[in-house]
Every structure is written in C-alpha cells, then in structure tokens.
C-alpha cells in the first residue's frame, strides 16, 4: 500500500520561497520516478517537475517554473522536496507528489495549499 505525505505549504508574498516535502511509503523514491503536480482552482491538475535516475541524474520542469523550482531527493528520508524560489501569484495551487509516469499514478495524497499574494 502506498502512502504520499504532502507538507510545507504556506502564504508567502510573491518573490518569496517555500520547500514543499512527500514523504512516501510502500515505494522507494530512490528507484521509482517521481513527480510534483498543482492543481488551482477552477484548472485541472498539471505537471510541474520530475526527479529519476535513468541514464544517471535526470530532472524535468513545466517551463513556466524553470530556474524558479528545484526537485530533490533524500532517499535515506524516502522523501520528495521541491524548492520553489521567486514565487508568483500564478503558482497558487495545491500542490501533489506522485510517480512520475503519466499514465500510473498512485492513490492521491491530500496535496498542500501554498498560496501566493501580489
């Protein structure tokens, strides 16, 4: 069984930061592609980035975050983060972790708030 923990969360003004966690069980982050996903009001869920070790060290990012967001890994942890850097209004959402395969996802967690003021 496959648990995904999201946390870290918040209100932060824009051009401000927060570190988002997914602390997982039943699977190995390690091995097993992973991904953080938002979803805003009203707008359906999408992809923002991906961590995995394919031919080595492999990250993705939706380009509306690239050189704002960093994925990482504690595989001691079993843990997700997601560092998001100069925030803005537009990445409002909540946020979710899960596998990385577009098309095998596991069970959703409750996701977190994070919340961007102008």
């Known amino acids: 069984q496959v648990q995904l923990v999201e946390s870290g969360g918040g209100l932060v003004q824009a051009g401000g930061s927060l570190r988002l966690s997914c602390a997982a069980s039943g699977i190995i982050v390690s091995i097993t592609p992973m991904g953080w996903y938002r979803q805003a009001p009203g707008k359906q869920r999408e992809f923002v980035a991906s961590i995995y070790s394919g031919s080595g060290y492999n990250t993705n990012y939706v380009d509306s975050v690239k050189g704002r967001f960093v994925i990482s890994r504690d595989n001691a942890k079993n843990t997700v983060f997601l560092q998001m850097n100069s925030l803005k209004p537009e990445d409002t959402a909540v946020y979710y972790c899960?596998?990385?395969?577009?098309?095998?996802?596991?069970?959703w967690g409750q996701g977190t708030q994070v919340t961007v003021s102008s």
């Open positions: 899960n596998s990385a395969y577009s098309n095998r996802k596991y069970d």
